[in-house]
């Protein structure tokens, strides 16, 4: 029987550990697939990550983050150059509100509210809060969050300078 090469491509792989890792297993099937062998066992390999992108050059990140006209919301927009070398389109977003007036910001505070393949994120801002601070970084399998996937894998931070008086909401009547 001929060994036969097999290549993974990137958009075949899981999603990226916050240890920058991918995890693996495989396993073979026959040609007319009649015959499949057990899973392999799990091999992990080191992936891009947006560190290496940006000390490269390969890649730039923006991140920004406006208030609706009537205080209700906030969009989050974010474009990274280069990323197609990522091997993922997928992005998490991170929140963390305050209704101080001098908000003090932890990366312990954060809470992931979304995946999502675009390159923009709109949340409702809560009644009370006052200032928002976002992280947008590369989809991870396990979402979480630390001052190492921020670096790593991090396409911007953002605290949000408007200051909110979101109005209550109202649903209206059913």
Not at 32 to 56: A, H, I, K, P, R
Not at 73 to 93: C, F, M, N, P, R
Not at 134 to 157: N, P, R, W
């Amino acid at each position: 029987m001929p060994i036969k090469k097999a290549t993974f491509l990137g958009d075949s792989l899981p999603l990226i550990g916050s240890d920058t890792k991918y995890f693996v297993r495989y396993r073979i099937v026959s040609d007319d697939s009649s015959l499949t062998s057990q899973w392999s066992g799990l091999y992990e390999f080191e992936g891009n990550t947006v560190q290496d992108l940006l000390q490269s050059g390969q890649t730039q990140n923006t991140l920004s983050a406006t208030v609706s006209p009537d205080e209700r919301y906030i969009l989050l927009q974010w474009e990274t150059v280069g990323a197609s070398i990522l091997k993922s389109s997928l992005a998490d977003v991170f929140v963390q509100w305050s209704t101080a007036s001098s908000p003090t910001w932890s990366v312990d505070n954060y809470e992931h509210v979304a995946t999502v393949a675009a390159n923009n994120f709109s949340a409702v801002i809560p009644t009370g809060a006052s200032y928002g601070k976002f992280l947008v970084q590369i989809a991870t399998h396990d979402k979480a969050v630390s001052s190492s996937t921020i670096s790593s894998l991090g396409f911007g931070e953002v605290v949000s300078d408007t200051i909110y008086d979101a109005p209550d909401f109202d649903g209206g009547e059913i």
